[in-house]
């Protein structure tokens, strides 16, 4: 075959050839071809354009041709590069290469082959095939002869290159690049790698086809033991070596299809794990892809997977002991089989057991692995049944305290997951767990008994949060019993625990939240702050417990307190004693006699430094102390009344509490007529009685005494202590004097600290005189005192208010409630709520429910006693509040009224008082609804729904409607202006001037008159009410939320008004408003997406009202409403309003606030993916309409001057084209024009600036319209038109042409020209048919714009009339060409020149076969374009290659065109050598020398004489630039026509002779244009030389003055200093010129020889010696001429002549010989030797040696023999030569 013999580019280039020959071929051809095809592929040149190497390979239209190629590259990236019976990266070959020399060892090229084989042939190197490949795939490679290894790296390259040319699928070709990237050779593995990683993204790794090639190369061929294989065994492959398997597993790990290839997602693991073909980062890969099947396999394929995959891992972990990494991954994959395949350890708890062993066993990281593992299974064993329970919890407990760490983590994470909250063992092993060192373990074990948690997976009716009290209290007493007398007791003193003390608390805790668990109660696990109100449910339950008993003694609630008893006599704790408090209080009669020899210890607790056990403790010493008898109940009260004088602080606190909590047990029971137990016969019981009655009022005095003490801590306790006492009894106190009550009762202040000190002291001897309106007068010190202590302050109003309910006709009532009103001060806003729970404790008196028992009865709602009507002091506080402090211009005092007022209606809302003052209550919490504190509208808030639930039906009502109308439209607040009333709040204006507050009306009129400005104040005030109008409808927030439960169907009529405004405030800016609607919204919708439905257009049209709203945050909350309500909703309700959405959007986007703008976008892009989704074709109609109604708002505006606003209307244009499908069909004009037109106005800024600074440089402006036209192809816009073309049909062209024309006219852009014309070479593909009838116009507009000034538009055009030609009738493609001749010929701008070839060039490329039918037009203008030449270069311009590109494709050669079109080309030259240009003159006559040289002897006439006329006309006239032209043209005439100018035939008159010619020229030779003359001299001498005409006397009369006058002026020139250096070489040129013309005109006629010759020769002799180097030569080689044409050599001259022979001989070869003495010019002298040469031969063969003398022989034989000495050796050899013929014949 010729083919490989030929070069590797043409092999190359003939690729595409191959590849198009090879489908249909037998199977042998087709494998010869590719074997050609593949080493050619590494040669071959791509094009840049994908588009052209698909068409160029023609690959996706021959499908089979395409799989053949890509089996064949595959294989061929799978060869190795040696070959032979063993290689160490083949799978099960483990035999090492013998040594060197042996049979079969490697050679010295690195390949080895079998040592009965010959070497390097194919037979042996595929006996045994390579991995991954069979015997006959490597004959298939290889062929015939076994490549070198450089040489398959290479094709190796080639083919990857090939692959990687976009010329197949990405998912036929990622198997191949996987492959190349694990090949050895560093080349081939990085270009795989650089296209694997530009396309694997895009791949879809779960591509069937993709998984199962990657199977194949992994795999092999699998012969399946037992059955018969369908598979030869030459065509069996073998497995892919391990390189090409760790390759192919990142990818396997990425695909979910390879999961479900069964078996052979097994067959590898396996094969991988224990076959031979491995190492360890395969087997780490084959685990990692058993985890990957567990994650991504499907059940149905994983369930019968499971058990098999198991085995092999656990036969991993106890084979791998020397990998830790692989066994930890094995260990996981266990983890994460079991999780999916539950049964596969539910059924055997020994797996289980193993690897809580080996949680102890393992190396430190692997037991982390077996950690995840254990984590892993736990949810598995949820369902545990039978003895497999009782075989966790035994391993659960074993393992809590096991001294590993990790092992006890997974114990308790076990015991959490494995079993339900209510087990009890479980829960046993959490509180063991709650005392670990390892603060993890400790907090999860606490955060799961405290607050455990239903999964959603928990369905099972039978879950509780927490176990039976008496299951848990009964096995935790037996644990304790085993565990105190084992090992594990913890030991304190003397005392043994059977647990550490944190570990007892947690179970004493847990026990109480069984406790509260069981009793119905919501459990707490925080006893820092214990709710009190549950202990009377408690209290019910205890009572149950202690009577379903037979021996309470031994009952839970016994072992309860034991165990409480237990730990506080070896550890204190604040938790112990509280459960031991609860227990007691709640059963007192039943459980604290038993306390009663333990007081001594009890008063040990409450003397503990914690001030929470104390206050606990001296509770249970109260309980305890009054199940005691009179006289032992006086013996208690001495002695704590002696404790407060004790000199330590805590035992005066913890007896000072247990005083208050004694006294007011003692008198509770005393006033509900309990008898006290066990009292003693001998006493007298009423003189005991009056004694403790004695001591108690002592006490109380000594208490009252202490308020007054400096320390905080006692100044509580005695405050708590007499709130306590006056809770449950009257205070044994005076009552006071009326008149000081009555005046304090009046008077609106308090009495002040100062006189209090004086009234009252704190010795002995004035605490007789301690009365209850003293206590009154303390406490109300207390209360409005900035330097109490806040907690102090809480207790002093508790025990305020506490001072009515004990007694039944407190006498200072109005006193308490007064001094309770002053707390405000002061802004203390923390304390209200305690003044408020004060206030009507104190209004209701004995009628309160705080003087009930707090442990055993429960709180009931206030009733109306009809025995006992009076409530002044309901009526009285009510009105106070009402009219004093809820319209007080202090802030902070209508603050507390509120907090005041929600707690009277929420206490006592039934009270008749407050029944009959609810309209104005809710008319005062609507007022606080404005405030700018959000505590007091949450406040408000809450008071309006405690109204509500308290009101009549018509009151509802009227409540209903004045929250709507502040919430839809803001409430103006009506609160009168005062000069203190504060219309900002502090610090929110800044400081005035002088440093003061900016907060008051009085301030801000301050303000504006030091500013003089006095409207300065309406703009403060109207700013104020701004503020207020927001806060109303926050507030108004706060009141919905509240009460929406039960206004439900009041609210339905307001819904459509609501739910708008409701809606959009949910995201408000301001997050308070924010989150109040949102509470609001949950609490009025229950079903979200159904009420936003029902009401989608009135939410949207609120929404675009507000849109445009004067408030920025109206706009911002509006936008961001928008985004929300668009996002995943069905719009088809309000499709109508799309198109006002857009605009208003765009309006906003432009925002002068950036956060509204940033909203904004946001709006955008929801509308956005929202029009995209109505606009897809899936919609129908819908769909339709949506176009019809998003598609002029995008378009409209895309010119916005908003850039995001351009980039979104762009986005979605883009995504909508892409989803609308066929129903873009009927908007295709309107978009197509409107994104050519974004082509412009799109384009940054940047680029108008730059093309405005680079208009000078013509080149720099086209590369960057280059640029400009090369991303606008590339951009979104162009990729949208193009995608919209194939809706283009003959429906559509009647609307688009015409505004497309229009566009091109108009268009002012370079993208949208460029972007018009490539749109409409794409119509011509789309719909050529459709596109016939609109051609004309179409070519006429485009015709027009090849007059544009940028170079690159024109080109666009240019190529855009190319493609349209296809489709244009012959006579509008005649007219364009037409046009295109007339163009090119009359107008000089070298521009449209230019245009007018890429037009045809384009012509010729796309559709040649229009071209050639009006080929008599075209190509004649082409072949003499092709002819233009750069004016000021003289070079050929760029765009000769176009023409010459046009003729050359269109004709069969440059000579075959000439020929077929030569009457043309003649007319079109001939016309333009009449051309008023001299450029064009110039250059017809350039095309003319090409005929002529091409044509030669065979330009005939009449074309001849036509050709030569018109030249010689136009020689005519005056010199201009590139007149020389002419002058070639006619000697290329003269010169390949000679016979027919010699002998002209007779048809042929008007020929112009030679005569005529010469005379012509001769002429132009005197003109005086140096260059000019030169040209002509040289054409004159040529021609006479050529034709042998002799016409050396005229030629002579022209060049001798040119060499005599430069002769003359050579001095004169050398002084001249005007004379310029270019002048000076033109001259040269000339002259030597001139020399040259003697030489070609010295004719050949003896009689012009006799007349010249003594002349020619001593001015060529004489002007050899004194010019030039140049002129030097060109004299040498006229010498060579004369010598050879010289007659005087002829035969038979006479003595005369031979005298004139000797004598041109003599002056010729002096200036010769000297001529060879220069050292430097080599070239020069090689001529004259030539010369010199010439003479001596020519007289040897004359036989005249004797005519040179002596003289001039010496001299010729001295040159030549130092020029024998010359490196040179032409001119050594000949110097030698003439040498020996001189000195031998020369004598």
Not at 1593 to 1612: A, F, G
Not at 1700 to 1706: A, D, E, G, K, P
Request: net charge neutral; with cysteine.
């Amino acid at each position: 075959m010729g083919y490989p013999r030929m070069t590797a580019e043409k092999q190359a280039a003939l690729a595409p050839t191959l590849i198009q020959c090879i489908e249909g071929k037998p199977g042998a051809q087709q494998d010869s071809l590719m074997q050609l095809l593949i080493p050619a592929l590494s040669n071959f040149k791509y094009p840049p354009d994908a588009d052209k190497r698909r068409v160029m390979f023609g690959l996706s239209e021959k499908p089979k041709t395409a799989r053949l190629l890509l089996a064949f590259m595959l294989d061929y990236l799978l060869l190795p590069y040696t070959f032979g019976t063993s290689s160490q990266d083949r799978p099960g070959s483990a035999a090492p290469p013998g040594p060197p020399g042996a049979p079969g060892a490697p050679g010295p090229s690195g390949r080895s082959r079998p040592s009965s084989a010959p070497a390097n042939t194919v037979a042996a190197a595929t006996a045994n095939p390579a991995p991954a490949l069979s015997q006959n795939s490597m004959k298939r490679i290889l062929g015939e002869n076994i490549p070198d290894p450089e040489q398959i790296e290479k094709n190796k390259v080639g083919i990857l290159n090939f692959l990687g040319a976009d010329v197949l699928p990405e998912e036929d070709i990622v198997c191949h690049l996987i492959v190349g990237s694990s090949d050895t050779r560093h080349s081939v593995a990085t270009a795989a790698d650089l296209e694997l990683k530009k396309m694997q993204s895009g791949v879809d790794w779960n591509d069937p086809l993709i998984v199962k090639n990657m199977y194949a190369i992994f795999q092999g061929t699998i012969i399946v033991k037992g059955q018969k294989s369908q598979v030869k065994p030459e065509d069996r492959r073998t497995p892919a070596s391990t390189r090409i398997r760790m390759k192919l597993f990142p990818f396997l790990l990425r695909s979910k299809e390879a999961c479900e290839q069964f078996p052979s997602c097994i067959q590898i693991v396996f094969d991988c794990l224990f076959g031979n073909n491995t190492n360890p980062k395969l087997k780490v890969n084959a685990v990692q892809f058993v985890h990957h099947l567990c994650i991504s396999c499907s059940d149905t394929k994983i369930t019968p997977m499971g058990p098999v995959l198991m085995s092999g891992m656990m036969k991993l972990i106890a084979e791998a002991k020397d990998n830790n990494q692989l066994r930890g991954l094995a260990y996981v994959a266990v983890g994460k089989i079991a999780r999916r395949v539950p049964s596969l350890v539910t059924k055997d708890i020994g797996m289980i057991q193993l690897f809580f062993d080996a949680m102890c066993k393992e190396d430190k990281e692997t037991r982390l692995h077996v950690q995840e593992s254990l984590s892993m299974m736990a949810p598995a064993l949820k369902n545990l049944e039978g003895p497999n329970v009782k075989l966790m919890e035994e391993l659960v407990m074993s393992n809590v305290e096991n001294p590993e760490a990790q092992a006890r983590v997974i114990a308790v994470q076990y015991a959490l997951t494995v079993f339900p909250p209510h087990h009890i063992p479980s829960r046993y092993v959490l509180l063991l767990a709650t005392g670990d060192i390892k603060e993890d373990i400790h907090s999860e074990a606490t955060r799961a008994l405290r607050n455990p948690t239903k999964s959603d997976k928990d369905e099972s009716k039978d879950w509780k949060a927490f176990p039976g009290f008496t299951e848990m209290v009964n096995y935790i007493k037996d644990k304790a019993t085993q565990r105190v007398k084992s090992p594990a007791r913890h030991v304190i003193a003397t005392t043994h625990l059977p647990f550490k003390p944190e570990i007892f608390n947690e179970v004493l805790l847990y026990l109480r939240m069984c406790l509260a668990y069981g009793a119905g109660l919501p459990v707490n696990s925080d006893l820092s702050e214990p709710n009190i109100d549950q202990a009377p449910t408690i209290s019910v339950y205890v009572n149950q417990l202690l009577k379903g008993g037979k021996d309470p003694s031994k009952g839970p609630i016994q072992t309860y307190v034991d165990m409480a008893r237990q730990l506080l006599s070896a550890s204190p704790s604040h938790v112990a004693t509280y459960c031991l408090l609860e227990v007691l209080s709640v059963a007192s009669s039943k459980l604290a006699v038993q306390f009663t020899d333990l007081l001594e210890w009890i008063k040990g607790l409450m003397c503990s430094t914690r001030e929470e056990m104390r206050e606990s403790a001296s509770q249970v010493y109260a309980v305890v102390a009054c199940t005691l008898d009179c006289g032992k109940l006086l013996t208690v009260v001495k002695e704590l009344t002696k404790n407060l004088k004790d000199q330590r602080l805590e035992t005066q606190h913890g007896s000072l509490l247990a005083l208050g909590y004694l006294i007011g047990r003692y008198l509770y029971k005393k006033k509900s007529d309990v008898t006290v137990q066990d009292m003693e016969t001998d006493l007298d019981e009423t003189v005991v009685s009056e004694q403790l009655n004695e001591c108690i009022a002592d006490a109380v005095r000594v208490i009252v005494g202490m308020m007054d003490d400096s320390h905080v801590m006692l100044n509580g306790g005695a405050c708590l202590a007499i709130g306590e006492i006056s809770r449950n009894g009257e205070l044994p106190l005076e009552d006071g004097q009326t008149e000081t009550s009555q005046s304090s009762s009046d008077n609106s202040q308090s009495s002040s600290e100062g006189n209090d000190k004086k009234r009252y002291k704190q010795d002995d001897s004035s605490s007789q005189a301690c009365t209850k309106l003293q206590v009154v007068d303390k406490l109300a010190a207390k209360i409005s005192s900035s330097k109490e202590a806040n907690k102090v302050k809480e207790k002093a109003c508790l025990a305020m208010g506490y001072l009515p309910v004990g007694t039944p006709q407190f006498p200072h009532t109005k006193a308490v409630i007064q001094g309770l009103l002053d707390s405000t001060k002061e802004k203390q806003m923390n304390l209200h709520f305690s003044v408020g729970e004060a206030l009507n404790n104190a209004a209701l008196g004995n009628k309160s429910s705080a003087g009930r028992d707090l442990w055993t009865e429960e709180e009931k709602p206030f009733t109306v006693d009809e025995n006992n009507s009076k409530s002044d002091e309901m009526e009285w506080l009510i009105d106070t509040i009402l009219t004093k402090y809820v319209h007080n211009p202090v802030p902070h005092v209508r603050q507390a009224s509120c907090v005041w007022l929600l707690s009277l209606v929420k206490k006592s809302g039934s009270h008749p008082k407050i029944q009959a003052k609810l309209q104005e209550i809710q008319m005062a919490f609507m007022n606080m609804l404005t405030e700018n504190d959000e505590f007091t509208q949450d406040a408000a808030s809450k008071g309006l729904g405690l109204v509500y639930d308290h009101s009549n039906s018509e009151s509802r009502q009227q409540l209903l409607s004045l929250l709507v109308d502040t919430l839809t439209t803001g409430r103006k607040s009506t609160q009168t202006v005062t000069g203190d009333t504060q219309v900002f709040q502090q610090g929110a204006l800044g400081e005035s001037p002088t440093g003061g507050g900016l907060n008051t009306y009085k301030e801000l009129c301050s303000l504006a008159s030091d500013l003089n400005q006095p409207d300065l104040v309406y703009k403060f005030m109207h700013l104020a009410n701004h503020n207020a109008m927001w806060n109303s409808r926050k507030g108004a927030a706060f009141g919905f939320s509240t009460i929406m439960a039960q206004a439900g169907e009041q609210l339905a009529p307001h819904l459509p008004k609501i739910v708008p405004k409701l809606y959009r405030y949910q995201y408000d800016p301001s997050p308070q408003i924010r989150l109040s609607m949102s509470s609001i919204w949950n609490a009025l919708v229950s079903d979200n997406k159904k009420t936003i439905d029902t009401y989608l257009k009135e939410i949207l049209q609120d929404l675009m009202t507000n849109l445009t709203s004067n408030m920025w945050r109206v706009r911002e909350s509006s936008c961001l409403a928008l985004s929300d309500l668009l996002r995943g909703r069905d719009l088809d309700k309000v499709l109508e309003y799309l198109p006002e959405v857009w605009e208003i959007c765009f309006r906003v986007r432009d925002d002068i606030k950036e956060s509204v703008r940033l909203a904004a976008d946001n709006c955008l892009r929801s509308l956005t993916k929202a029009s995209i989704k109505l606009c897809d074709v899936s919609r129908g109609k819908i769909g339709e309409q949506a176009i019809s109604l998003v598609l002029p708002v995008l378009l409209n505006g895309l010119p916005s001057k908003v850039e995001e606003i351009r980039a979104v209307c762009l986005q979605t244009l883009v995504k909508i084209s892409k989803n609308a499908g066929k129903l873009l069909q009927p908007h295709v004009t309107q978009l197509v024009i409107a994104l050519l037109e974004s082509l412009s106005g799109l384009e940054p800024q940047v680029m108008n600036y730059l093309a405005l600074h680079v208009s000078k440089s013509q080149e720099t402006q086209e590369k960057l319209d280059n640029a400009r036209i090369a991303a606008s192809k590339s951009s979104p816009m162009m990729d949208t038109v193009n995608f919209c073309v194939q809706y283009v049909d003959n429906t559509v062209l009647p609307e688009l042409v015409p505004r497309l024309t229009e566009l091109i006219r108009s268009g002012i852009g370079v993208g949208t020209k460029a972007g018009c014309a490539n749109f409409i070479i794409m119509l011509t593909h789309q719909c050529a048919r459709d596109l016939q009838p609109f051609a004309g116009k179409l070519m006429s507009v485009l015709l027009n714009g090849l007059n544009d000034r940028s170079p690159s538009v024109r080109k666009v055009y240019a190529s855009s009339l190319g493609h349209l030609v296809k489709v244009a009738k012959d006579s509008s493609t005649e007219k364009l060409i037409v046009k295109l001749k007339s163009w090119y010929l009359e107008k000089e701008d070298e521009g449209i020149r230019v245009a007018c070839g890429l037009t045809l060039q384009a012509m010729a490329r796309q559709n040649p076969d229009v071209l050639k039918r009006h080929a008599a037009i075209a190509l004649p203008l082409a072949f003499l374009a092709m002819h233009q030449k750069n004016p000021d270069s003289g070079e050929s311009d760029t765009t000769q290659s176009v023409w010459e590109e046009v003729w050359l494709d269109s004709t069969p050669g440059t000579e075959g065109g000439i020929r077929l079109y030569l009457t043309e080309i003649v007319d079109i030259t001939e016309t333009m050598l009449t051309s008023q240009s001299w450029h064009m003159k110039a250059q017809a006559a350039r095309a003319m020398s090409t005929v002529a040289t091409k044509l030669g002897s065979t330009l005939k006439p009449p074309h001849l004489g036509v050709l030569l006329k018109a030249l010689l006309k136009g020689l005519s006239g005056r010199t201009w630039d590139g007149k020389e032209s002419l002058l070639k043209a006619v000697q290329s005439i003269c010169v390949s026509c000679k016979e027919f100018l010699q002998t002209p035939p007779d048809d042929s008159p008007d020929q112009p002779s030679m005569n005529e010619v010469l005379a012509a020229i001769l002429k132009e030779c005197k003109k005086e244009n140096i260059t000019y003359k030169i040209a002509a001299l040289n054409c004159v001498a040529t021609i006479v030389e050529v034709q042998e005409i002799d016409r050396f006397q005229e030629i002579r009369d022209i060049v001798y003055p040119l060499i005599s006058e430069d002769k003359k002026n050579s001095d004169k020139d050398d002084e001249d200093e005007d004379s310029s250096r270019k002048d000076r070489e033109n001259k040269l040129e000339l002259k030597a010129c001139a020399f040259e013309c003697l030489g070609k005109a010295w004719p050949a006629s003896k009689e012009t020889q006799n007349n010249y010759q003594e002349e020619v020769c001593t001015l060529l002799s004489s002007g050899l010696k004194v010019n030039t180097i140049k002129i030097q030569t060109k004299i040498i080689k006229s010498m060579h001429l004369f010598i050879d044409r010289l007659c005087l050599l002829d035969a038979n001259v006479t003595e005369a002549e031979t005298s004139v022979l000797s004598n041109l001989f003599q002056q010729l070869i002096p200036p010769l010989c000297q001529c060879l003495g220069y050292a430097k010019y080599g070239a020069l002298k090689l001529d004259a030797v030539k010369v010199l040469e010439k003479m001596i031969l020519k007289l040897k063969d004359k036989q005249e040696t004797r005519l040179l003398p002596t003289q001039v022989k010496d001299d010729l034989i001295k040159a030549l023999d130092s020029t024998s000495a010359e490196s040179h050796p032409q001119l050594k050899d000949t110097a030698v030569k003439l040498h020996k013929i001189v000195t031998q014949n020369f004598n």
